[in-house]
């Protein structure tokens, strides 16, 4: 599948940035911008997400794939991966199942296991019918019935496209995501192993990890360093995106 995305000239190892579940490129302009002093970034819409293609099937393997085709079609080599949650599932894996094709890996608050789809609140939000709505204040208003997280219905509202005759509609695939159940389901052979440097970063506050995944980071990632932002949360590049960007910085140089 060739994926769409956007890219910020730079001089260096070219660093791949992957979005998280509901996500897209968008939502990484800014520190995307702020990293191009380390490489040229390219900021990428995983399948059935932002302008990419549409699939039924939404695996991680699927998504592992389709970086592998990003990276042949357009002669990338030596590339740094960076991933938030879902995207950061894909560069894990990306980098184990492919290690000599990885640089250097950074995951932003994730581990390499595991994770149910549970997200009916936000499933059910991105299922409204907003064809016939004439502002997004108009569709914030109705979705707080379903999802009453301010922060999480912008942040999903980043998916809305206008429609030339009024209305709106979802870029995301929603259907195609909600039923692909085993989607992040962790899957590789017992010997994978990513030996060059790795770099995950945590919020403190986060529901996604916890201190009993470090083994496992270990393991798989022996050359791993790992920082946790204090107080920061799942979304810590955005609510905390100084001190994720210096961690960041610290790490490219």
Request: hydrophobic content about 40%.
């Amino acid at each position: 599948m060739k994926l769409h995305y956007r890219e910020i000239a730079g001089i260096g190892n070219p660093i791949l940035i992957l979005h998280g579940l509901f996500g897209s490129s968008k939502n990484w302009i800014t520190n995307g911008r702020e990293l191009s002093n380390f490489g040229p970034v390219y900021l990428l819409d995983l399948r059935n997400h932002g302008d990419s293609p549409h699939s039924p099937s939404h695996k991680l393997h699927d998504m592992v794939d389709d970086l592998r085709e990003f990276l042949d079609s357009h002669s990338i080599s030596n590339p740094v991966l960076l991933g938030h949650s879902m995207g950061g599932l894909v560069s894990m894996l990306f980098a184990l199942l492919h290690p000599s094709l990885v640089y250097k890996l950074i995951v932003v608050d994730i581990a390499p296991k595991s994770y149910e789809l549970k997200y009916h609140e936000e499933f059910a939000a991105l299922k409204m019918d907003v064809s016939q709505y004439q502002s997004r204040e108009e569709i914030d208003k109705d979705m707080e019935k379903i999802l009453p997280d301010g922060f999480i219905r912008k942040f999903l509202q980043m998916n809305l496209e206008r429609l030339e005759n009024g209305g709106y509609r979802w870029k995301l695939n929603v259907e195609g995501i909600e039923n692909s159940q085993n989607a992040f389901e962790w899957n590789l052979p017992d010997s994978a192993r990513f030996l060059n440097e790795s770099l995950f970063i945590f919020g403190e506050n986060s529901e996604y990890v916890s201190h009993l995944d470090l083994e496992l980071i270990r393991r798989l990632f022996p050359h791993s360093h790992v920082k946790f932002i204090p107080n920061a949360g799942h979304y810590l590049h955005y609510t905390h995106s100084s001190e994720f960007l210096r961690h960041v910085k610290e790490f490219l140089l």
